[in-house]
C-alpha cells in the first residue's frame, strides 16, 4: 500500500540509490514447478548452465536488496537463470527517458507500470509482444482464464500484449479509512461527528480543551493531510459527502457519475469543499505544515510521543500504520460524513479495488532479449500463485508458515516493535512485483490485514456503488499515442494550476471570489478537450461489454 502512496506523493519520500547483484553458482534448473491450484510450470533449462538475464526493479525505499529475498533465488533456480539485477528507488521517470531513447535496456522491467503503454507506443520495436509466447507460460495462461480482465489490462488495441499485469486479490475496496481520536472524544464527553458541521464542532473542542490530557493546550493537531488535493488518504474523499463516487486514488479529478465523465476540479461540490477546509485553517483546525511537511513528518507526528496522541482527525491505509501500534487503539475508523444533518444524499467512497488488486505493465520483456525462452520462463515462475504470495508478504519460512496442508499464514514481522506493513516492504517486493495470486490459495493475512478489512466496515455501505454507471475503467482503456499525449500534456497543465490554487484557497481563503476565473483557466488548460476524448473512450468501452 505504501507504494500508492509514494505513486502520488513521489515528492515527498528521501530517495535512495541502491545497487544489488543476484543469482549466482551453477546447479541444473531442469525442474517444472506447480502451483497448489494446479498450474503447472515450463520446463527448466536442460543444459545445467543457468542462462545469464538482466532486469531492472522499481522497488520501494525500505525494501532489502533483491538478493537477500530467498524466494527469488528459488525462482531463479528453478527458472535457470542468473539475473543481473539493477534496483531504483526514486527517479525512474527521469533514468527511464535516457535509457529508452539510446535503446540500451535490460532483457525485464519489473514494477507498476514500470514501461507505460506511451511508452510502449514511442519506442515501437523495443519491447517484445508477450502474447506470442503464452504457450510457454502456463501461470500466466491461468490467471487469463481465471480473470479475464487481467488480459484486458495487458492487451493492446492492436492484440499485442507488451506488459503482463498482477492479480493479488486480498485488498479491500477502498485504500483510504477515516479516522478520529475516540479516547480524545470520550475524555471531552463528545459524540462521534457525522456530518461537516459536527466535525467541524468536535475539532474545535480538540483544539481548545487539551484532548490529550497532558497539560499543554497547544499541542494537539485537530486535522492532517499529506497535503495534496486528491490520491490516497487526501481530503478529496470528503467529496463522496456530496453523493460523488472518486476511484483508484483520483489523483487528476476525473470520475463518472450517471455514465457521464466529469472532473470534480470545476465542479461546485469541490468549490463547496475547499471552502469548509479553509474555514477550518482559519480557526486553526488543520496542521500549519500541512502543505509543507513530506510524508516520514506526516507519519510520525500522527504516532505522537509514547501514549501521547497528537492527531485528532485524518486518513489513513490501517490505524496500526497511520498512528503506530501503540497509539492505534486510540482510534476509531469512521462512516462518510454527510455535509450536514439536513441533507439527504447519500454520501459515497473513493473505490479503489481495481487498483489496489491490479496493476498495469508489472513486468515486461525487451524485445532484444538474447534469451527469451528463458526470460519467459522466469516470468511464468513469478505466476505461480504459492510464489505469487511470497512476492507479496515475504519469504515462505521467515514472512510466511507452510502449515503444512496446502494452506499458508502470514507470521508477524520478527521485530515486535516493527507493524507488519513496514515488515512487507522490508522484505518482498510487496505490492511493486509481478504476480498473480489464485483465488483458491488458502493464506491466512496478517494482523495489518485483518486490521485494514475490519476497519473497512464503517465504508461498505457508501461502497456499494453503481460500477456501470458510477465508476471510471481508468485501467481497461487504451488510448491513442495521440490521445494520450493529450491527455498527458493538459493533466501537467490543469494539475499545475489545481494545486497552487487549492493550498492558496486552504490557507488564504478566495475560492467563492476567484471560482468562476478559475474554472475558465483550467478549461483554457485543457480539461474539456480531456473531458472530451475520455466520454468518446469510456462510451466505446461500454459498447463493446
Same mark, same amino acid.
Request: one cysteine or more; charged letters at 20%.
Given at each position: 500500500?505504501?507504494?500508492?502512496?509514494?505513486?502520488?506523493?513521489?515528492?515527498?519520500?528521501?530517495?535512495?540509490?541502491?545497487?544489488?547483484?543476484?543469482?549466482?553458482?551453477?546447479?541444473?534448473?531442469?525442474?517444472?514447478?506447480?502451483?497448489?491450484?494446479?498450474?503447472?510450470?515450463?520446463?527448466?533449462?536442460?543444459?545445467?548452465?543457468?542462462?545469464?538475464?538482466?532486469?531492472?526493479?522499481?522497488?520501494?525505499?525500505?525494501?532489502?536488496?533483491?538478493?537477500?529475498?530467498?524466494?527469488?533465488?528459488?525462482?531463479? @533456480?528453478?527458472? !535457470?537463470?542468473?539475473?543481473?539485477?539493477? &534496483? +531504483?528507488?526514486? =527517479? *525512474?521517470?527521469?533514468?527511464? $527517458?535516457?535509457?529508452?531513447?539510446?535503446?540500451?535496456?535490460?532483457?525485464?522491467?519489473?514494477?507498476?507500470?514500470?514501461?507505460?503503454?506511451?511508452?510502449?507506443?514511442?519506442?515501437?520495436?523495443?519491447?517484445?509482444?508477450?502474447?506470442?509466447?503464452?504457450?510457454?507460460?502456463?501461470?500466466?495462461?491461468?490467471?487469463?482464464?481465471?480473470?479475464?480482465?487481467?488480459?484486458?489490462?495487458?492487451?493492446?488495441?492492436?492484440?499485442?500484449?507488451?506488459?503482463?499485469?498482477?492479480?493479488?486479490?486480498?485488498?479491500?475496496?477502498?485504500?483510504?479509512?477515516?479516522?478520529?481520536?475516540?479516547?480524545?472524544?470520550?475524555?471531552?464527553?463528545?459524540?462521534?461527528?457525522?456530518?461537516?458541521?459536527?466535525?467541524?464542532?468536535?475539532?474545535?473542542?480538540?483544539?481548545?480543551? @487539551?484532548?490529550? !490530557?497532558?497539560?499543554?493546550?497547544?499541542? &494537539? +493537531?485537530?486535522? =492532517? *493531510?499529506?497535503?495534496?488535493? $486528491?490520491?490516497?488518504?487526501?481530503?478529496?474523499?470528503?467529496?463522496?459527502?456530496?453523493?460523488?463516487?472518486?476511484?483508484?486514488?483520483?489523483?487528476?479529478?476525473?470520475?463518472?457519475?450517471?455514465?457521464?465523465?466529469?472532473?470534480?476540479?470545476?465542479?461546485?461540490?469541490?468549490?463547496?469543499?475547499?471552502?469548509?477546509?479553509?474555514?477550518?485553517?482559519?480557526?486553526?483546525?488543520?496542521?500549519?505544515?500541512?502543505?509543507?511537511?513530506?510524508?516520514?513528518?506526516?507519519?510520525?507526528?500522527?504516532?505522537?510521543?509514547?501514549?501521547?496522541?497528537?492527531?485528532?482527525?485524518?486518513?489513513?491505509?490501517?490505524?496500526?500504520?497511520?498512528?503506530?501500534?501503540?497509539?492505534?487503539?486510540?482510534?476509531?475508523?469512521?462512516?462518510?460524513?454527510?455535509?450536514?444533518?439536513? @441533507?439527504?444524499?447519500?454520501?459515497?467512497?473513493?473505490?479503489?479495488?481495481?487498483?489496489?488488486?491490479?496493476?498495469?505493465?508489472?513486468?515486461?520483456?525487451?524485445?532484444?532479449?538474447?534469451?527469451?525462452?528463458?526470460?519467459?520462463?522466469?516470468?511464468?515462475?513469478?505466476?505461480?500463485?504459492?510464489?505469487?504470495?511470497?512476492?507479496?508478504?515475504?519469504?515462505?519460512?521467515?514472512?510466511?508458515?507452510?502449515?503444512?496442508?496446502?494452506?499458508?499464514?502470514?507470521?508477524?514481522?520478527?521485530?515486535?516493535?516493527?507493524?507488519?506493513?513496514?515488515?512487507?516492504?522490508?522484505?518482498?517486493?510487496?505490492?511493486?512485483?509481478?504476480?498473480?495470486?489464485?483465488?483458491?490459495?488458502?493464506?491466512?493475512?496478517?494482523?495489518?490485514?485483518?486490521?485494514?478489512?475490519?476497519?473497512?466496515?464503517?465504508?461498505?455501505?457508501?461502497?456499494?456503488?453503481?460500477?456501470?454507471?458510477?465508476?471510471?475503467?481508468?485501467?481497461?482503456?487504451?488510448?491513442?499515442?495521440?490521445?494520450?499525449?493529450?491527455?498527458?500534456?493538459?493533466?501537467?497543465?490543469?494539475?499545475?494550476?489545481?494545486?497552487?490554487?487549492?493550498?492558496?484557497?486552504?490557507?488564504?481563503?478566495?475560492?467563492?471570489?476567484?471560482?468562476?476565473?478559475?474554472?475558465?483557466?483550467?478549461?483554457?488548460?485543457?480539461?474539456?478537450?480531456?473531458?472530451?476524448?475520455?466520454?468518446?473512450?469510456?462510451?466505446?468501452?461500454?459498447?463493446?461489454?
Amino acid at each position: 500500500m505504501r507504494k500508492k502512496v509514494i505513486v502520488f506523493m513521489s515528492s515527498v519520500l528521501v530517495v535512495v540509490m541502491l545497487l544489488a547483484g543476484c543469482g549466482s553458482g551453477g546447479g541444473n534448473a531442469g525442474n517444472t514447478s506447480s502451483s497448489p491450484d494446479g498450474a503447472a510450470g515450463t520446463p527448466g533449462n536442460t543444459t545445467g548452465e543457468k542462462v545469464k538475464l538482466t532486469a531492472i526493479m522499481t522497488k520501494h525505499p525500505l525494501t532489502k536488496p533483491l538478493a537477500e529475498m530467498e524466494w527469488l533465488q528459488q525462482v531463479e @533456480d528453478k527458472a !535457470g537463470v542468473d539475473i543481473e539485477w539493477q &534496483e +531504483i528507488t526514486a =527517479d *525512474w521517470g527521469q533514468k527511464k $527517458g535516457t535509457m529508452l531513447a539510446s535503446g540500451d535496456i535490460p532483457d525485464l522491467f519489473i514494477g507498476p507500470n514500470v514501461i507505460t503503454d506511451a511508452d510502449f507506443a514511442q519506442f515501437q520495436g523495443l519491447f517484445q509482444d508477450l502474447s506470442t509466447m503464452l504457450d510457454q507460460a502456463p501461470n500466466v495462461q491461468a490467471m487469463f482464464e481465471a480473470k479475464p480482465e487481467t488480459r484486458l489490462i495487458a492487451t493492446q488495441p492492436d492484440g499485442k500484449i507488451y506488459g503482463l499485469p498482477k492479480y493479488q486479490r486480498f485488498w479491500p475496496a477502498a485504500s483510504t479509512r477515516q479516522y478520529i481520536n475516540q479516547k480524545w472524544l470520550d475524555h471531552l464527553g463528545l459524540q462521534m461527528p457525522t456530518n461537516w458541521d459536527e466535525l467541524y464542532d468536535v475539532l474545535v473542542a480538540f483544539k481548545e480543551k @487539551d484532548a490529550n !490530557g497532558n497539560g499543554d493546550p497547544n499541542d &494537539e +493537531i485537530p486535522m =492532517d *493531510w499529506p497535503g495534496g488535493i $486528491g490520491g490516497y488518504f487526501n481530503p478529496a474523499v470528503l467529496l463522496g459527502s456530496t453523493g460523488m463516487t472518486l476511484s483508484d486514488g483520483n489523483a487528476e479529478g476525473y470520475f463518472v457519475e450517471d455514465g457521464q465523465v466529469k472532473n470534480y476540479l470545476i465542479d461546485d461540490r469541490y468549490k463547496q469543499m475547499v471552502a469548509f477546509l479553509s474555514k477550518l485553517y482559519k480557526a486553526g483546525l488543520i496542521n500549519r505544515e500541512v502543505f509543507t511537511h513530506d510524508y516520514t513528518k506526516y507519519q510520525s507526528v500522527a504516532r505522537g510521543e509514547g501514549d501521547t496522541a497528537k492527531v485528532g482527525f485524518t486518513w489513513g491505509w490501517v490505524a496500526s500504520d497511520r498512528f503506530g501500534e501503540q497509539l492505534a487503539p486510540q482510534y476509531t475508523s469512521m462512516a462518510p460524513l454527510k455535509v450536514s444533518a439536513a @441533507d439527504t444524499v447519500k454520501p459515497s467512497w473513493m473505490y479503489d479495488y481495481y487498483n489496489l488488486n491490479y496493476g498495469v505493465n508489472h513486468i515486461v520483456m525487451s524485445a532484444k532479449a538474447k534469451n527469451k525462452e528463458a526470460a519467459m520462463r522466469f516470468i511464468n515462475e513469478l505466476y505461480d500463485p504459492k510464489v505469487g504470495i511470497q512476492v507479496l508478504f515475504g519469504s515462505i519460512g521467515p514472512n510466511i508458515q507452510d502449515n503444512g496442508d496446502g494452506s499458508y499464514s502470514v507470521l508477524p514481522p520478527a521485530d515486535a516493535k516493527m507493524d507488519p506493513g513496514t515488515w512487507k516492504w522490508t522484505s518482498t517486493m510487496a505490492d511493486n512485483g509481478a504476480f498473480y495470486i489464485s483465488d483458491d490459495m488458502k493464506l491466512t493475512l496478517g494482523k495489518d490485514m485483518q486490521e485494514v478489512l475490519g476497519q473497512s466496515e464503517p465504508l461498505k455501505e457508501a461502497l456499494q456503488v453503481d460500477q456501470e454507471n458510477d465508476i471510471f475503467p481508468a485501467m481497461f482503456i487504451k488510448y491513442s499515442t495521440m490521445d494520450n499525449n493529450t491527455l498527458s500534456l493538459n493533466n501537467t497543465n490543469i494539475m499545475n494550476l489545481a494545486n497552487a490554487n487549492f493550498a492558496k484557497w486552504v490557507t488564504k481563503g478566495g475560492v467563492e471570489a476567484e471560482w468562476d476565473a478559475y474554472v475558465k483557466e483550467a478549461q483554457k488548460a485543457g480539461i474539456t478537450q480531456n473531458l472530451e476524448i475520455m466520454q468518446k473512450y469510456y462510451e466505446e468501452y461500454k459498447s463493446k461489454k
